[in-house]
């Protein structure tokens, strides 16, 4: 992937990436009854209580994802209330995360094994309720 005619990566490999030196990215969404806004505050603490950098919300899944490409965020989390991304938010900033070196996926099913690492065989569902992109 490119941008401004430069190839873009997501990391750089010198540093190991753990959730402790991660800075993630959210987006809220629409959701507005008590218990969407419960869900979409409690997936934040949660997510500061197990200890990343800091946290970032853009307001645009695209942008969000093309940050995590270009090594500006290290993680993106959606799904947080009871809507996900739609496709659209999707689409393009997908090939361009996966062309820098990010890695996306579900965090339903069966997509990790024992150790919490993705699976090789796991497919990313673009009508996901909730996924990760990371580096």
Known sequence: ??????????????????????????????A??????????DAVRRILKHGC???RTYGSGVLDLCYVASGRLDIVYTGIAEEGWKPWDYCAAT??????????????????????HVL????????SKSMICGV
């Open 53 to 55: 950098r800091s946290m």
């Open 32 to 41: 507005r009854s008590e218990k969407g806004i419960d869900d979409m505050v």
């Open 95 to 116: 090939i361009i995360a996966e062309e820098s070196g990010c890695t996306i996926r579900s965090l339903k099913g069966n997509d990790f094994d024992e150790n919490g």
């Open 120 to 127: 090789p065989n796991s497919k990313f569902d673009i009508y």
């Open 1 to 30: 992937a490119y941008r401004n005619g430069e190839r873009i990566f997501s990391t750089d490999d010198v540093i190991e990436k753990t959730l402790a030196n991660s800075v993630v990215g959210f987006e809220f969404g629409y």
